[in-house]
């Protein structure tokens, strides 16, 4: 999967600090992967920072709006500080009662596209582009962009284990090693969550010596199923999907005193896509019917001009990144795993890639993987660093940091998809 490049990761660290104005750990834990860094570096400051049509307090705000849903007050707190850093009102900080109606009307789909977003439809676009406080179609992409990059965002920070007690420690100590070692040794300290234990994460796990040879038979089976057949596959996929929900812990931590004001109806969370013997009402989403690379891509760089560019270039990294390293292996081809992950993540969406032998994912993921990824996804207030520390044991810190990176990315980009073809709905 991945370990250290080598590329200029004290520079991106040192251009992290100088953009955050204090030592970040999510650049820390992503300097394992400087050429991802670089991306994400790049698109994080462009979107909070760049050319756009969002006033720059709005956009922190919208930060913290997005990051509530998941309650991650590491970000949370982070944003509040670029707020007011910005000239923003501090009055805002009270609450969401306080702030202006055009802000508070995009709380719905920031609630929808973080926990359902195949319920978005083309009358959110139009509720939001209609009326006295108005959105521009161009900021509603923006706050999309914002929502669906903080969500993801969310998932990273809570499945690396990254804490602000991790932070604190870490500012407090002023460790003497390289940035990137002391980013393997401090950020991923245990956190008071991280005592519970899971039932049902624990079972043994194939080795990579197993994994290695799935691939390879995979690769040199490569049979051709019928197209009913392919959906039949993604539907035992996603039905698996559900019956794993029962394993997940279902105890979402009560939201913290210090940021309930900036979480309306907490209730609201994921529920799977696929019911349980039901059929859905809502169609699957079909990626040759809305991609991101024939519509998805075009449609936000038109409207939010470079960041299409942005967000193509980062997807692309963390999809394609590979040393052809595996667990201490070398020589490794990982692209069947990276794709079952990626699409793993993408059919707890409702999202099906056509192309794809949904077979594959049972092969190469496991049950405690795909227990950590979907809660990773769905539920990462939930994840703990004990979670981070029992999953995928034969595998590199970097390379579990890698796994997550997909994660981050796969679950934008499904966001997005539904997001903007909502766009389009209401454009045509």
Known sequence: MGQIGDHDTHGLLVEAFLQNNRPDHVSQVMGLHPAYLEMFLRTHHYILRGDGPLPFDYRHFIAIMA?????????????????????????????????????????????????RPWLINKSHIEKLTKGADSWSLAE?????????????????????????????????????????EASNNKVLSSSPRSKQVRDGWSEAEVGVETLMERMKTLSERAQEFSAEERAKRFERVESQSV????????????????????????????QDFAKRGEVSEIPTFRVQDYSWDDHGYSLVNRLYNEVGNLLDDKFKVAYNLTYYTMGGRTDVDTSRFRR?????????????????????????????LKAFIKSACCFPERVTKADYDRVLREFKHSEKVHVMMMVLEARMQAELLYALRAVMRYMT
């Open 67 to 115: 990051a509530g849903r998941h309650q991650c007050s590491y970000l949370i707190n982070q944003q509040k500080q670029e707020f007011v850093l910005q000239g923003g009102d501090q009055s805002w900080l009270k609450g969401l009662n306080q702030i202006p109606k055009k802000l508070r009307d995009l709380y719905e789909i920031n609630k929808i596209l973080a926990h």
């Open 140 to 180: 509603v992409v923006h706050a999309i962009v914002l929502l669906t990059h903080f969500h993801s965002l969310c998932s990273f920070v809570f499945g690396c284990g990254i804490s602000e007690e991790a932070d604190r420690q870490m500012n407090a100590e002023k460790t003497k090693a390289s940035p990137v």
């Open 243 to 270: 019956e794993l929900a029962m394993a997940l812990p279902s105890d979402t931590p009560a939201v913290q005193p210090g940021i309930q004001h900036f979480v309306d109806d907490p209730a609201f969370v994921y």
């Open 340 to 368: 079952a992950i990626w699409n793993y993540i993408q059919c707890m969406y409702g999202i099906r890639h056509d192309d794809y032998d949904y077979g594959e994912v049972n092969q190469l993921l496991e049950r405690s």
